[in-house]
């Protein structure tokens, strides 16, 4: 089975504080996306990484960075956190073809204070 | 640009009744449909695709959701309902990046309650 692993389940920061969001996939996937999950809106895509280095805005890139240093890893980046960005943060990852499905860790819940 | 209406956000139903849940998207293209479901504090987990063939497709716990193109409908069905779909339903769309990928465009999602 696909793996996607979130570094934490739950965390709490600060406004103005840099905030690191982790994700890690065992299944050599070349896609790889960041979401947010706001009761009502569904989900949003941040950013998406489709190799290393290499990374594509989504539909709310604002006020988030993304790295992928490694094709196993991709990491979410709030450089300045503000308290608009408290929300359920998830990870998907897939293969490049069409038809693929995306598959998910089990999230983030971010509160910033 | 592709899009996808849930049309319920809300769906209540009794134990062992049908249940429908609606998807239509836009698309010009050819389209790759999914449906996901979530259950509480997890992330969202595959529940059924079409890509290409039968119109009909089903999932291993029941469901099947039928690939209309006239229509531009991917809905849900189940035909008796147990307290363990509870959970919200998301449909998505694939759809091309401009770097030559595929991302899926996700529906605002549909939750389920079953009431026993």
């Known amino acids: 089975d696909v793996k996607v692993t979130q570094s934490s389940r739950y965390l709490v920061k600060r406004t103005g504080e840099k905030v690191f969001l982790e994700c890690v996939q065992d299944?050599?996937?070349?896609?790889m996306f960041w979401y947010r999950q706001d009761p009502g809106l569904g989900l949003r895509l941040i950013y998406f990484s489709y190799d290393v280095k290499m990374k594509e805005k989504g539909d709310i890139p604002e006020g988030y960075s993304v790295s992928r240093e490694k094709k196993e890893r991709f990491s979410l980046i709030l450089e300045s956190a503000s308290t608009n960005q408290t929300s359920m943060y998830l990870c998907?990852?897939?293969?490049?073809?069409?038809?693929?499905?995306?598959?998910f860790g089990d999230g983030t819940r971010l509160s910033i204070l | 640009a592709q899009s996808v209406t849930q049309l319920d956000s809300q769906v209540p139903v009794f134990e062992e009744a049908p249940v429908e849940l609606r998807c239509n998207y836009s698309s010009s293209v050819s389209v790759y449909l999914f449906w996901y479901v979530q259950y509480p504090n997890q992330g969202l987990q595959l529940l059924l695709k079409?890509?290409?063939?039968?119109?009909l497709v089903e999932s291993i716990n029941g469901f099947e959701a039928e690939f209309n193109k006239s229509q531009t409908s991917f809905h849900l069905r189940k035909p008796s309902v147990h307290i363990s779909d509870t959970a919200e339903y998301f449909c998505a769309v694939s759809r091309r990046s401009g770097a030559g990928s595929y991302q899926l465009t996700f529906g605002k999602g549909t939750k389920l309650s079953v009431i026993p």
């Open positions: 998907a990852s897939s293969f490049p073809f069409g038809g693929q499905p995306q598959h």
């Open positions: 299944m050599d996937h070349e896609n």
């Open positions: 079409y890509l290409s063939g039968s119109t």
